[in-house]
């Protein structure tokens, strides 16, 4: 094999060489490599399963949850949880102060914190990549635009911007992911800029440009994927920031409306209550909390396993 095609081989130009491509027993090793590192860390693995379950769960909401999540019962107005007395079995969270089972909506609500941050991560992801990746090549008067309107984004605390773009947009759970996407947004920014200006003068982007490969082709195929492993992680991280500033976006009635059973809109519906019916605020909480907290080790894990100055011996 000749020096360019050496070189081509290492930048991955695929069209050029087609037959060129990671052996599987590479990519067991690799994947297995990633499991071990990962499984080292054993909160990873524990946050790993708990969010497994809270996405088994919202799959199989309509199948498990015992009550509509959305239907009243007059007769059973603040229920107390099964294990109280004066609760019932056919509640066994008991009930918020319109009679509705608060253990069906918190299944429920599973389905539209998994949808809020997939959502999210997708649209700050996509549109953050392209924007990094724009800046990062280009440089310029092109990343010196970018870079201040990303900069002003991050001088305002994450929360109040959220709250300034869904009062211009309305209130609604579409509207509050939307402004959520965008305050997150420079993060990617910023993570794909800075992989872009590091790889950009590697000998294997050189060879690349030098065989012919233009700009979109050298920015998507040959330097993104050596850029994931710090975006994978962020977007992990940011998956749990979209759930609780929905939730808190919800908590101020600007997110979710009601009788939609999304957790922060729970919290928000029962802070009346918290003296005489504790149940009603604190199970939403709960969900809250292990959840995000699940996703948050989740994301350590990932940097343990995909960066190799945080591997554990």
Known sequence: MS??????????????IPDRKPETGQRRRMLSE?????????????GLVVFAIVVLVAFLAPFIAPHDPVAQNRAALLVPP???????????????AVGRDILSRLI????????????????AVSTGIVIGLIAGYFRGWVDTVIMRVMDVILAFPSLLLALVLVA??????????????????????????????AEKERE?????????????RLMFKTILPNCLGPLIVQATLSFSNAI????????????????????GTMLAEAREFVLRAWWVV??????ILVTVLAINLIGDGLRDALDPKMRRS
């Open 82 to 96: 099964a294990f109280m007395q004066g609760g019932q079995w056919s509640y066994l969270l008991g009930t918020d």
């Open 108 to 123: 429920y609500g599973a389905q539209y914190s998994l949808f809020i941050g997939t959502f999210v991560v997708i649209l």
């Open 168 to 197: 211009i947009l309305g209130p609604g759970l579409v509207n509050a992911m939307i402004a959520i996407a965008l305050v997150l947004q420079p993060h990617f920014v910023r993570l794909t800029r800075a992989s872009v200006m």
């Open 3 to 16: 020096h360019i095609e050496a070189q081509e081989a290492e930048a991955g130009v695929g069209s050029l």
């Open 204 to 216: 294997y982007v050189t060879a690349a440009r030098v065989v012919g490969a233009g700009p979109i």
């Open 244 to 263: 609780l500033d929905a939730a808190a976006l919800g908590f101020l009635g600007l997110g979710a409306q009601p009788p939609t059973p999304e957790w």
């Open 34 to 46: 990633f499991w071990y590192y990962f499984s080292v860390n054993r909160g990873a693995v524990g």
């Open 282 to 287: 604190t199970f939403p909480g709960l969900a």
